[in-house]
């Protein structure tokens, strides 16, 4: 997977891999993964049990950096 995009209610959503990810090694998340929300980089970990968190966020861990995604989008609209 190199760049990956997706529209969720209106969102764009962007999870980019390997040679396509902007920032330096260490700036990226697990595995080089970088996820962005509306062109906002959302960083990310990996939990032991290979599930996706996003720092600073309070969210059950999800499977997929896009899930994951798709999880902040639906808190944010809720509290709108």
Known sequence: MAE???????????????EDALTATEGR?????????EGE???????????FIA?????DPQPSPMDLAKKIIDSKQAGE
Do not use: D, H, T
């Not at 998340?29 to 929300?37: A, S, T, V, Y």
């Not at 980089?41 to 599930?51: D, E, P, S, W």
């Not at 720092?55 to 969210?59: I, P, T, V």
């Open 29 to 37: 998340g697990p595995e080089g993964l970088e996820l962005f929300i």
């Open 41 to 51: 980089k959302v960083f990310m970990v990996r939990n032991a049990a290979g599930a």
């Open 4 to 18: 990956q995009r997706e529209n969720y209610r209106g969102r764009e959503i962007i999870v980019r891999s390997g």
């Open 55 to 59: 720092s600073g966020l309070a969210f």
